[in-house]
């Protein structure tokens, strides 16, 4: 009988065999297949914010296509040291709503708990990438001491999203002591995870992780898949182990040039979402205003197009809401398109899916 203690140890060696075999430091990008030119660009990028991928995620790109989607995510380019004004250095205001280090508490009901600022995979586009790069700081118990104390003396909070940084990149012996913390506090009543691991580094869903997250607290795992590509078997068995502990899985994926800004990728994508990996496309984010991203972003005009065009392409559980976080703080706002045209009473105009657009007079009881 196999011993599940070597188990344990041997899925665990699997994944952090990844992240060490990957890029985890600017000097790291010298074993890639960069031309000179493309290697001095992405170290001077890599110099200004971090720069780390598995080498399972690295695998997945085709160092033939200069365009290659996911390249395009983890490796720096020069683009990133071009910053425009109106770019900022926290672009949703996460500091402005932080009472006590580790928190942000932006909105009544939720708060967010920064457990660590690592990352196992930097994203190039990362709206808390100067954070990510100035903090730097991993987990100690004594840390996240007054943020738990802020959510236990707060009955109006319900639910508690770890992020940061990537929370999935701690030990398990860590997840399993801060949900045993958060779930000692009553008011609570979901555990929200939001986590680029599953995509990034799936070897990291283990029977060990998933047991450090069950307990008393419904659990949300939200997941940043932006193209079918990172799809594979790995990404698809993940995502199984996660289902089948029972948790719901979301998606927020961010709408970015050269990646992901035609209806063909994002079709392809919330599709295999939904039917390949069970996951439900949740947000499409506009890209946030975080300093040298302006290569990346799209316009919001063309942002609205794409997701038009979706709603007419994919069911209802497939299409996710197309949003901006305002830079004050005021939250994710939809972007979708608008599809009443004109109203005079309880006499409206709406434009259909198919274009043609038709009158509609409300019925409405005394």
């Known amino acids: 009988m196999p011993n599940l203690r070597d188990a344990t140890r041997a899925a665990d060696t699997a994944w952090q065999d990844d992240v060490r075999a990957g890029v985890r430091h600017v000097r790291d990008l010298s ?9 001095e660009a992405a170290q001077a990028a890599a110099t200004l914010h971090k720069v780390r991928a598995p080498k399972s995620y690295l695998d997945l790109i085709d160092w033939n296509d200069p365009a290659d989607p996911i390249r395009a995510q983890v490796i720096p380019s020069p683009g990133e040291l071009d910053e425009t004004e109106g770019e900022l250095g926290d672009p949703i205001a996460d500091h402005e709503f932080s009472p006590v280090p580790r ?22 586009f990362c709206f808390r990438k ?26 109006e909070i319900r639910e508690v999203i770890l992020t940061g940084g990537d929370p999935l990149s701690l030990p398990d012996a860590a997840l399993a002591e801060i949900r045993d913390r958060i779930e000692t506090i009553p008011h609570l009543r979901l555990l929200r995870i939001h986590t680029r691991v599953p995509v990034a580094l799936p070897s990291r869903i283990t029977p060990g992780l998933v047991a450090a997250l069950q307990g008393r607290l419904m659990v949300t ?19 199984r182990t996660l289902r089948q502990a029972g948790f719901v899985l979301l998606n927020q994926s961010v709408l970015l040039k050269g990646v992901n800004d035609t209806v063909e990728v994002l079709e392809e994508l919330c599709r295999e979402l939904m039917y390949r990996l069970g996951i439900k496309p949740y947000y499409l984010h506009h890209g946030d205003l975080a300093r040298g991203m302006a290569h990346r972003r ?8 794409l997701v038009e065009a979706l709603r007419s392409r994919l069911s209802g559980i497939c299409n996710p809401v197309y949003v901006i976080d305002l830079p ?18 309880q006499s409206w105009r709406i434009r259909g899916l198919d274009g043609e657009v038709r009158d509609y007079r409300e019925i409405v009881g005394e």
């Open 31 to 39: 074993s890639l297949p960069l031309s000179p030119a493309e290697r």
């Open 103 to 124: 928190l942000t508490h932006r909105h009544a009901d939720r708060v967010l708990l920064f457990p660590t600022y690592q990352c196992a995979v930097y994203c190039r």
């Open 130 to 155: 100067e954070s990510l790069t100035s903090i730097g700081r991993g987990y100690t118990r004594e840390a996240l001491e007054p943020a738990l104390a802020y959510i236990a003396g707060h009955p």
């Open 221 to 239: 795992v939200v997941t940043h898949f932006n193209h079918a590509r990172e799809i594979t078997s790995a990404t698809e068995a993940a995502c």
């Open 298 to 305: 799209t316009t919001i005009a063309e942002g609205q197009a």
């Open 328 to 345: 004050d703080g005021g939250g994710k706002v939809p972007l979708g398109p608008c599809h009443v045209e004109g109203q005079d009473g």
